[in-house]
């Protein structure tokens, strides 16, 4: 690394030299690969860490649960902070809480205790996603847009598919505490790079606002927690007071920051079509995933008796092929409108889930892996073009809403897939997985028809 090279970037130059753009991008994917690999690694953990810390299954579970909701509840508050205070500032905090929250994980002695923990890595990784496409729109120039959201895109699927593998050899080896632990020294090295090349960003001039920050984490909060109880059945009085409570709350900030200039809620962002045609889409494709990663595992384990560790390599080509499409996507995405490349993708992807829905229980492992690979290939094509088309499309000092936006567009997508996933599973029993394949088949072919709207919306061409 240069030690010449200034630690901020103007925000008016066009991404940052080619040196320091490496460094910068390398810190950005060490942190990228330790959250996605602790999205998947704590799953396998969980029955060693019941063991361990005397805990019911049920208790553990929450090991998972806190993770989620205190990333997916914070999320659009912590953008909106990062168009003010800086989405550097917000990238750091976000990797010293997680740095921080993965050594507690490490040092729990309790479940409460590991509980606590693991919220803190929750807020950690909300904060590094919430701003993390925004600082990629300012490290690369804007003609390798499409190249950095691919890179980006490549990082998460392979650290993904990686987390299950990682988790049972260090399991092999080690307690669970090393499964956190193993993020102190890279959180460290991340840390240290960030904050050498990490640039700076435009500052919005309006202040904070707390109270409609706190409305905001309650509004997210009860609409993932009412999804969650939704799809798992619960009492419907119950799913009611979640759900209503969130729309209570969105009504309450919408109105209390009607006319502010960037509202931690980004309505006004959906005013531009192209922004609001790519988060519908990506809603559709992530809802897609969702009932697919929760379905396979118990279509493949149930319906054709195949062992847990047969079902992670199973579904291992997924994620991996979308780590392969995503720069070659990206790099197209920078000449031709993403319109036309996510509509494709997303095509594909319908095709690959009409395959799994129709996929016979005696199927061989040969046939299984193409269908997974071609719903990798599908989602691996759209999934870069659309980031770049969400974060092209709004205003630069706006980036931090659109980050969090697309994040959460992300999160809700899964979370809904998820929950519905569920309860084809608790009013179709044995049938429940091919009728979840089935919705997602149906969610993919509306992002399809999505995606080709924007051309329509007078999207720019590239090249």
Known sequence: MDARLPDTASPEIDGLPPERRRWAVFAIFMALTMSALDTSIANVALPAIATDLHANPADAVWVVNVYQIAM?????????????????????????????GSLACASAWSLPALLVARTFQGLGASAMMSVNSALVRFIYPRHMLGQGFGLNAMVVAVGYSLGPSVASGLLSIGPWPWLFGVNVPVGIVAILIGLRTLPATPRA????????AGIAILCLGLFIAGLGSAGHHADARLVALELGGAVLFALVLLRRQRGHPAPILPIDLFRIPLFSLSAVTAVCAFATQGCAFVALPFYFQHTMGLTAVATGLLITPWPLVVGMMGPIAGRLSDRFPVGILGGIGLAVLAAGMALMATLPADASVANIVWRMAVCGMGFGFFQSPNMRALLTSVPPARSGGGSGIAATARLTGQTTGAALTALCFTLGGASGPPVALALGTAFAAAGTLVSFLRLAAGEPRHG
Do not use: E, N, Q, S
């Not at 999320?75 to 997680?98: C, E, K, S, T, W």
């Open 72 to 100: 997916v509840a914070t999320l659009l508050p912590l953008a909106a902070l990062g168009d003010i205070i800086g989405h550097r500032r917000i990238y750091l905090i976000g990797l010293v809480l997680f740095t921080l």
């Open 205 to 212: 001039t309006h202040a904070f606002d707390i109270p409609a």
